[in-house]
């Protein structure tokens, strides 16, 4: 990388500055013209098109185990059908040339609202964040999702190839799906339709707002301190109730199903979404960032004997016995954000995933982004690589660890054979900002590198 | 008692010591050693030294000697580059906008610095050395900007750039309209509710300025006895029609940018910069004829309607059409990774890497005016340096030293020794009785905030800031 | 600010009384007399007539005429000044703009005056219209001003606090049943707070509120001239666009006038010194808790301060769902009671302000605390008297004990810095309050319900041993107590030091109290000590500026 570059800049003190532009014009139209050569005529469907793929003579991050330096992936019926050095190309297979390139598993983003919002700011029409009231647990994400947002196409060619998409709002804002970033309906690109119910867990706050989702600036009548504990006291024993009331019924449906002498439970559906929540089968995602918060997140999670996991997180670390008792895993979506605190230090929430790492709390690292930016997954992840976390734990922040947490370790988030082909090929490490993918699988279906933003730069380029 | 009057010594000591993280050393020279320089315009060079003295940088070669009690920072297998400018920002300004009329040329962010906003000290940890400070953008003509340098621990009148020429705020498009807010029940709407006011607008305004000059000439020519009014509002408008001031306009379609060149045409000055400038690429060899500069975010995209059709290659298009580009923040978080923003102009159509890091470094410099002075690492130009620990353009880099015109403002070896005074500090002070919480009683403390509500990006529009 | 239209209160029922001695003189005797002017008077007499003070020395003798007071064991000071107030203005005390607290960040918008604009010929809306004149708001009757008479205060500069220009302020004395009894001096400056109008008008950000001041201010310029041009030769000139609101700038800009900035931090100030700069104006700043990080520019712009006494401390409850304080906030609280001492070493002229301050009794012990902090106690008077009256330009007629200045006097009983100041007569234009000294309760005494009692417990009179805990080095002292009722005597012994005696000693069940000063290193170093005893042992508290220590010990044999 760093040689190409220098040898760029030694043809930049040779040559004039119009040659040069025609340098890097030539070099761009070449770019352009093997990503088209690669996808053929599929453009038309971007959803890619299916087929045996070997990917030869590449550096391998396989993120579970050794990089192999010189191996081939072999991708065959969506998933990773071989990897290794001296791996035999199946006949059939089309080959691409990994020469200088570096295979990598599709990075996974644990907390979007991919597909549920368009165009935040003054396009309500386009927004589908947020249900009315404040318990909506069987209001569905995967039944919100555009497919079709500009956002998918425009995440994906950045090599994120899955992500989480939930609701906002309320205290139980609904249900999250996990999507791969390709498909024409929400069941196409669905991984897991119902993967777990976003709680905004109750925290001390102003306004009209209960913590978590939405900010304060329309949020209601001021409330002082002890009003805002009192209220956060409050929503968490109704927060309870709920859960209590969501046991009872289906207790009674159960004594139902058993003894249908008994008079017949009315049907409620918001509390039976609840169902495998309260069961402990699947998790309740919870919004939470203080330490406090999380440390009450954690005895809810042990009292009422859920699956919890930490969204947001900033002072995870700090909670890490609590969480760590409770088998909490964090979501940690604050990379890009300012420290609250005026006396926190700089890298008070660059350094949180390191910190995380070293109390053996298990976390991975999210955009938190709407959707437009969740493109930048990967720098994400590797600011916390600059800041104590090993390069290798940045990659599996990303990959393998959002994966674990999200109860997909077998199927994504390395290159093992097995698992589903998301892969992503790049010129070199793709935390770093300056890399460029050159090919995509997503359920081992080879994407055309287009976006809403390559179309727009082909209809303006050449402009004069 | 003589043991007690050293501790109440010490105690004073303590409490009276001064809030400045890093203490401003000699700002007479500093050496910077062994360094891989890039220097912005003559490539990057590779062990080199840098001294800086009285604030200038004098010397750059290898194997410098240290003049006698210079600064020495061993920089061995680092990186340097110019100090970062970012060329629209609303940091350490106690006030952005001035929404109750459409035009308030009369404000200026000079008024409003607080040099104790720790934002200052977090960009300089990026790397962030000047900043172009800005009225937000919710009047089509807003006030005048002051182009700082964030000299943390100095008083406030040390930042503004002495020489820098003056600017104003102009915008265009959603915020000056009004138009995504829903309107407040009671309040009238404020004319321009469109983009055809809005131009309007702007014409009004220099119309009524070219009339209120005329006024002042009819004056000075003896023509009327009564001396005319010192306008506030027009004198700024005056000096951009005289070319004296210079006009950074917020704006995203690439029409509405283009009407306000046009409209800078007829009026005969020149736009110094269109800001944000999303779909500047669609118009790059309009921009690109009339000399404007544009200063744009390097990605950022589909937060509102009217950057839908924002573009990464923005930045490349328009400097293959030779426009100078620059790449802003407007945004207190995202001002501290300006290097990360530069690095992806290199991945969006493959912007050389030199001129990439111009786009956070001598461009904005050019586009404010301040380029003789900083903007890239020559001699003669001020010590506006930073040392990496890494490539800039690498996500794994980290700030280690900033410093302007040779004194340094961060480092992150004194950070870590800064937590723990603070630590220290908090213990003792917290003893005291002022300090203690009442026995009994006591109002409500703060309601703690989960996220800091501090990404003053435009009129919090969510131009910058948006996530 | 209307007051005019309040309804008039009730009186309150009163424990001053005063007895008239317009005519007749009236002679305080065998008083300590702090003059502030010249020396202190260990023993003398200060004569009255006709409302002015007519002699004042060790050696004069009380006129045949005169009444006679007998001031043993009292001091007399010059009344006290407070120099920012809203008193006689009837509504209730609106907190001053930024005051008390930080004022980071953007203020907030002060309440707009709610008052119908009244048709006139000023072309600015309220909150930006100068010509509000403070003595034209004045509520008659003295009354009103008990509580602030009863601590010792005769003087108060006066403005209402709405807006950006607050209107133009009074110094009154706190005595007179008509207006005109009252005014000492009227108008006395233009009042300016950096806030916004709260109305949704121009201006709605501080940015605004900078330039339309700025605006204002050329205006008021220009419109000088131009009346001053169209006065001497109207022919052929276009007629002044009269403005009320700009006329009453007129002795602002022309430096007549001072203009007050209420401002606390160091950037508003700052700020306000940047306009005085800019427009050449007779500068003062109110509020000034952050004027000492300042304090060079205030001496080289000569501008003088009008510093609050309501100095920050921590009003609000712990919670372990609240966040800690800001380290800032902590340390303006430790900083503040020491910027007075800052402000005289640097040479800066400033007078002490309530600053709102909710107790009023809170001036004098916190003046006492900017003593503990570095202060002289002279200086502290002069900057409630003699120095108050200087800023506010009374000083030839107030501020000093002179013959032939304004009879105000304050008569003070015990430490005026201290818990237990009392003050059994206040004189104002010549009239004489009496004030009884309250029965008090004996402290503590709540919980046992038996009020009147002389406490009971055991004598704490005796020798105590004790350890104080110095961080790193503890200290050792002896404590000698003689108990007598609930009054405590004795000193406090410590090696380096030797002996202290002790001062306000105070007994009350098993708690004691008392204040020293011990010396070392040529300082002086205040501190107030309290415990408590239980059977031979002592436990407590030893307290200074520099913070709060533990000890204990035990009784010797």
Request: glycine share 10%; proline share 5%.
């Amino acid at each position: 990388m760093k040689a190409k570059v220098k040898s760029q800049r030694a043809k930049l003190k040779m040559q004039n500055a119009k040659c040069f532009l025609y340098l890097c014009l030539s070099v761009l139209i070449c770019g352009s013209i093997s990503v088209h050569a690669q996808n053929d005529g599929a453009e038309q469907n971007k959803t890619g098109r299916a087929g045996t793929f070997a990917i030869v003579g590449a550096r391998i991050v396989t993120v579970s185990g050794a990089t192999i330096e010189n191996g081939t992936v072999v991708i065959k019926d969506g998933k990773i059908a071989a990897v290794g050095a001296g791996v035999a190309v199946p006949a059939g297979a089309e080959k691409i040339d990994g020469k200088g390139l570096s295979v990598f598993p599709g990075m996974i983003d644990a907390s979007t609202n991919m597909g549920l919002a368009e165009i935040t700011l003054g396009l309500a029409a386009s927004v589908d964040l947020t249900e009315v009231g404040d318990m909506n647990a069987d209001a569905r994400a995967i039944k919100g999702i555009h497919p079709h947002s500009a956002h998918v196409n425009v995440t994906r060619v950045n090599g994120i190839t899955t992500v989480l998409s939930a609701p906002t709002g309320g205290t139980i804002s609904g249900q999250a799906a996990i999507i791969n970033l390709n498909g024409s309906t929400p069941d196409e690109m669905a991984v897991i339709k119902d993967f777990g119910l976003v709680i905004n867990f109750p925290s001390v706050a102003g306004g009209g707002g209960r913590g978590g989702g939405g900010g304060g600036r329309f949020g209601g009548p001021a409330i002082d301190f002890n009003q805002a504990v009192q209220r956060r006291d409050q929503a968490v024993e109704d927060l309870k109730k709920i859960f209590r009331n969501a046991e009872a019924y289906l207790r009674a449906k159960a004594a139902y199903a058993r003894d249908k002498a008994l008079p017949y439970p009315a049907t409620d559906q918001k509390l039976e979404a609840m169902a495998p929540y309260i069961h402990g089968e699947k998790p309740i995602i919870f919004s939470a960032e203080r330490e406090r918060d999380i440390r009450a997140v954690a005895k809810f999670v042990g009292e009422m004997k859920v699956k919890g996991i930490i969204d947001g997180g900033q002072e995870a670390w700090k909670a890490a016995d609590d969480l760590k008792k409770n088998n909490i895993p964090v979501v940690y979506t604050h990379i890009y954000s300012l420290p609250v605190r005026e006396d926190d230090a700089y890298d008070y929430l660059f350094e949180a995933p390191s910190k995380m790492q070293a109390a053996g709390v298990k976390f991975c690292i999210s955009t938190g982004n709407t959707g437009s930016e969740v493109r930048d997954l990967p720098y994400h992840a590797g600011i916390a690589g600059a800041f104590g976390l090993s390069k290798d734990d940045a990659l599996k922040s990303v990959t393998l660890y959002a994966a674990e947490i999200l109860g997909l370790g077998d199927k994504m988030g390395s290159i093992d054979v097995g698992k589903i082909a998301n892969i992503v090929v790049a010129d070199g490490n793709i935390l770093e900002s300056r890399t460029k993918i050159k090919y995509l699988f997503i359920n081992g279906r080879l994407l055309p590198l287009t976006s809403r933003h390559t179309e727009l730069f082909d209809s303006f380029k050449d402009r004069k | 008692m003589k043991k007690i009057t050293v501790y109440f010594a010490l105690l004073f000591l303590l409490l009276s010591s001064l809030r400045l993280p890093v203490a401003a050393q000699s700002k007479n020279s500093v050496l910077i050693k062994n360094a891989t320089v890039m220097t912005a315009v003559k490539g990057t060079l590779e062990s080199t030294d840098i001294l800086v003295e009285n604030g200038k940088i004098t010397k750059i070669g290898k194997g410098l000697a240290a003049p006698a009690g210079a600064n020495v920072i061993d920089a061995t297998g680092k990186y340097v580059t110019p100090g970062i400018i970012d060329c629209h920002s609303h940091s350490m300004l106690d006030a952005i906008n001035e929404g109750a009329f459409s035009v308030t040329s009369m404000t200026r962010t000079r008024d409003m610095l607080n040099p104790t906003d720790i934002t200052i000290y977090r960009a300089l940890a990026g790397g962030v050395t000047s900043a172009n400070l800005l009225h937000g953008s919710a009047n089509s003509i807003g006030g005048q900007n002051t182009t700082v340098k964030f000299k943390w621990g100095h008083p406030v009148e040390d930042y503004p750039i002495a020489d820098a020429p003056p600017g104003i705020k102009f915008a265009m498009g959603e915020n000056v309209r009004q138009t995504t807010q829903a309107p407040q029940p009671g309040r009238p709407l404020r004319y321009p509710r469109t983009r055809q006011g809005t131009i309007q607008t702007m014409r009004d305004a220099f119309v009524r300025a070219r009339d209120y000059k005329q006024s002042w000439d009819d004056f000075k020519a003896g023509k009327t006895k009564v001396q005319p009014r010192t306008d506030l509002e027009l004198q700024p408008l005056v000096e951009v029609l005289e070319g004296k001031r210079l006009v950074h306009c917020h704006g995203y379609r690439s029409d509405e940018h283009l009407n306000l060149m046009l409209l800078a045409d007829e009026f005969g000055f020149k736009i110094a910069t269109l800001q944000h400038g999303l779909e500047a690429y669609k118009i790059a060899p309009e921009i690109a004829k009339r000399g404007t500069g544009v200063s744009i975010f390097t990605d950022s995209w589909g937060y509102k309607l009217e950057a839908y059709d924002a573009i990464p290659y923005n930045a490349y298009i328009l400097w293959k059409n030779g426009v100078n580009v620059s790449i802003n923040s407007d945004s207190d978080e995202r001002m501290r990774r300006l290097n990360l923003d530069a690095a992806k102009v290199e991945k969006y159509g493959g912007v050389p890497e030199q001129d990439a890091l111009q786009m956070i470094t001598l461009n904005p410099a050019k586009q404010l005016g301040i380029d003789k002075r900083t903007g890239s690492i020559e001699i003669g130009k001020d010590g506006d340096l930073v040392v990496w620990s890494d490539h800039p353009f690498s996500v794994f880099s980290r700030v280690e030293t900033t410093l302007i015109e040779g004194e340094v403002y961060f480092d992150r070896k004194k950070d870590g020794q800064l937590r723990l005074d603070m630590a220290k500090e908090r213990e003792t002070l917290e003893k005291l009785d002022v300090n203690k919480a009442p026995a009994t009683g006591g109002g409500p403390p703060r309601i703690p905030a989960t996220t800091r509500q501090a990404e003053r990006d435009d009129a919090e529009y969510g131009d910058g800031g948006h996530r | 600010m209307r007051s005019k239209l309040f309804l008039p209160l009730v009186a309150a029922i009163c424990s001053f009384f005063a007895i008239s001695a317009n005519a007749q003189s009236y002679a305080i005797t065998n008083a300590r007399i702090v003059t502030v002017s010249g020396a202190t008077i260990e023993k003398g007499t200060v004569v009255i007539r006709n409302g002015l003070i007519d002699a004042v020395g060790a050696n004069i003798t009380a006129p045949a005429d005169a009444q006679v007071f007998d001031a043993t064991g009292l001091t007399v000071y010059p009344g006290f000044f407070d120099t920012l107030t809203n008193l006689g203005l009837g509504a209730a005390p609106a907190a001053p703009a930024g005051g008390g607290g930080r004022g980071g960040g953007p203020v907030a918008a002060a309440p707009a005056s709610a008052a119908p604009q009244p048709t006139s010929n000023s072309n600015y809306p309220a909150g930006l219209r100068p010509e509000e004149v403070t003595s034209d708001d004045l509520r008659a009757g003295e009354a009103q001003f008990e509580a602030n008479r009863n601590a010792g205060f005769t003087t108060v500069l006066s403005v209402g606090r709405t807006g950006i220009f607050n209107g133009q302020s009074a110094v009154i004395n706190l005595a007179g049943e008509n207006v005109s009894d009252m005014v000492i001096k009227s108008p006395f400056a233009e009042h300016i707070s950096f806030v916004t109008l709260g109305s949704g008008g121009y201006p709605q950000s501080l940015l605004g509120t900078f330039a339309a001041l700025r605006q204002m201010l050329y205006d008021a310029q220009r419109l000088q001239e131009w009346e001053k041009a169209y006065a001497a030769n109207p022919k052929g000139m276009k007629r002044p666009e009269a403005d009320k609101s700009l006329e009453a700038l007129f002795p602002i800009v022309s430096g007549k006038m001072p203009v007050v900035f209420n401002a606390n931090t160091e950037r508003e100030i700052i700020r306000a010194i940047d306009l005085i700069k800019e427009f050449r104006l007779n500068g003062i700043i109110a509020g000034g808790q952050e004027a000492w990080k300042v304090a060079d520019r205030l001496k080289a712009n000569n501008v003088a301060v009008l510093l609050s006494l309501n100095f920050p401390k921590r009003t609000t409850a712990s919670s372990p769902d609240a966040d800690p304080e800001p380290l800032e906030t902590l340390r303006t609280r430790a900083e503040t009671p020491k910027g007075a001492g800052k402000l005289a070493a640097a040479g800066v002229k400033f007078a002490f302000e309530s600053g709102g301050a909710t107790a009023i009794g809170d001036f004098f012990t916190n003046a006492g605390k900017a003593v503990e902090a570095g202060l002289s106690k002279d200086a502290a008077v002069r900057a409630m008297t003699l120095g108050a009256a200087e800023i506010l330009g009374v000083d030839n007629r107030l501020g000093s004990i002179e013959a032939g200045k304004i009879a105000n006097l304050a008569l003070v009983k015990g430490d005026l810095f201290g818990r237990d100041k009392f003050v059994p007569q206040i004189i104002i234009d010549g009239k004489v309050f009496e004030q009884k000294e309250p029965v008090r309760p004996p402290a503590g005494g709540r919980g046992q319900g038996g009020g009147g009692q002389t406490p009971a417990g055991p004598s704490l009179s005796g020798s105590y041993t004790i350890n104080i805990d110095v961080p790193g080095s503890p200290l050792s002292s002896t404590l000698n107590f003689t108990q007598s009722g609930s009054g405590l005597t004795g000193t406090m012994v410590s090696s380096a030091t030797g002996s202290a005696a002790i001062r306000d000693g105070k007994v009350t069940g098993n708690s004691f109290s008392f204040t020293t000063t011990v010396v070392f290193g040529g300082a002086n170093l205040d501190i107030t000590v309290s415990g408590s005893v239980s059977g031979n042992t002592i436990t407590g508290t030893v307290d200074s500026a520099a913070g709060a220590v533990p000890f204990s010990g035990t009784k010797n044999p």
